[in-house]
């Protein structure tokens, strides 16, 4: 089923116009569903379509949408009121500030417009939804819909439920997030940090850790990501890189290595955390590879690359 027949032709609302809302909002109006945004700030929902359509010019010189960028931005509007914004829509991605208490304020918020088919997801990085949707009328269609930035070229997308959210709400939105493109994980559990940032935490605890013990510099760890594993891992997981890299499969693999993955997860005390001369250690160590001042010029380079890559992946999507 396509997005727009799951949402039945009703509009969607992005709650929360900054970076990752704008992002939604080309998730969306890409897919032919209609978005309203909204935002607590005047100014910030006033550059919202600007800042839509910047990035949809974008994404149309990289030859990556099937429609002009004015139809797409057509299909963009917003709404100052939270409850007009919200009207009739099938759907709200909330994306405002991440603390809970703004979340649940919003939520009560919700509830008191009373729709009883709208469901709500939020963008939440790492704030489970039993912070701030519990023992509402709306909870059963309260989850976390968490995306990666920007959402409309990196297509993962983690969804995590309450235990007051419905089966029916976590199937609904695992649904419309493939029909809009996306890719989704489903999290059974409220685990902290979910399971992307888990997997990234574990990667950055050993590079801050092998940084802290002059084992290698900021550099060579990017290094070893970009130029050595990052080349797989943009096309295959771990776990599949694991199954190709021994004759006979991942048994095989596990026969031949998991003993010296085994003593590595020993050797480590998991517990370091990143203090303040090691933070100075790594700030040195990357300023001389892009200035403060260039950060933003960076994060452009960056989002150019990643466009490339989406391109390169539309034109090879054999799995
Ligand atoms: N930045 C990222 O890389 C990233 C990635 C994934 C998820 N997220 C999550 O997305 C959410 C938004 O993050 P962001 O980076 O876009 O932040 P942001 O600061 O750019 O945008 C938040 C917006 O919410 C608005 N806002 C605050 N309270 C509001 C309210 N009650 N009603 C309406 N609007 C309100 C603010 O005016 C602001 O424009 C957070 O929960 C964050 O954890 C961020």
């Not at 002009?68 to 939270?82: F, G, K, M, N, Q």
């Not at 920007?150 to 939105?173: N, R």
């Not at 295959?236 to 499969?249: Q, R, S, V």
């Not at 160590?285 to 992946?313: G, I, P, T, Y």
């Amino acid at each position: 089923m396509n997005a727009i027949d799951l949402t039945k032709g009703k509009p969607v609302t992005v709650i929360g116009a900054g970076l990752v809302g704008a992002g939604w909002a080309i998730v969306f109006a890409r897919a032919g569903v209609s978005v309203r945004m909204t935002d607590s700030s005047a100014q910030v929902l006033e550059s919202a379509p600007k800042l839509v359509a910047q990035q949809l010019e974008r994404l149309h010189s990289h030859g990556l949408l099937k429609e002009s960028v004015a139809t797409i931005l057509a299909r963009v509007s917003v709404e100052p009121d939270l409850k007009k914004a919200l009207d009739g829509a099938i759907y709200a991605q909330e994306s405002v500030l991440e603390k809970a208490d703004v979340k649940r304020k919003l939520m009560l918020e919700i509830e008191s417009f009373g729709y009883d088919d709208l469901i709500i997801g939020s963008s939440t990085s790492g704030i489970p939804a039993s912070d701030f949707g519990l023992d509402l009328k709306i909870s059963p269609r309260v989850l976390v819909v968490h995306p990666v930035n920007p959402p409309y070229l990196v297509p993962i997308i983690e969804l995590v439920g309450s235990p007051q959210t419905s089966k029916e709400t976590i199937d609904w939105a695992d649904h419309f997030m493939q029909a809009l493109g996306q890719s989704v994980i489903r999290v059974n559990e409220e685990i902290e940090g979910f399971v992307i940032n888990r997997l990234q935490a574990v990667l950055l605890r050993e590079a801050w850790t092998m940084v802290a013990d002059g084992v290698c510099s900021c550099e060579d760890v990017d290094k070893a990501i970009r130029d050595g594993l990052g080349f797989r891992w943009s096309f295959i997981g771990p776990f599949e890189t694991i199954d190709l890299n021994a004759p006979n499969g991942v048994a095989d693999y596990a026969a031949r290595f998991g003993p010296l993955f085994h003593r590595i997860a020993q050797s480590r005390d998991q517990k370091r955390p990143w203090d303040e001369p090691l933070i100075k250690e790594v700030e040195t160590q990357r300023r001389q590879f892009v200035k403060q001042s260039e950060l933003n010029a960076r994060r452009d380079w960056r989002d150019e690359q990643l466009m490339k890559f989406a391109v390169h992946r539309a034109k090879s999507a054999d799995k």
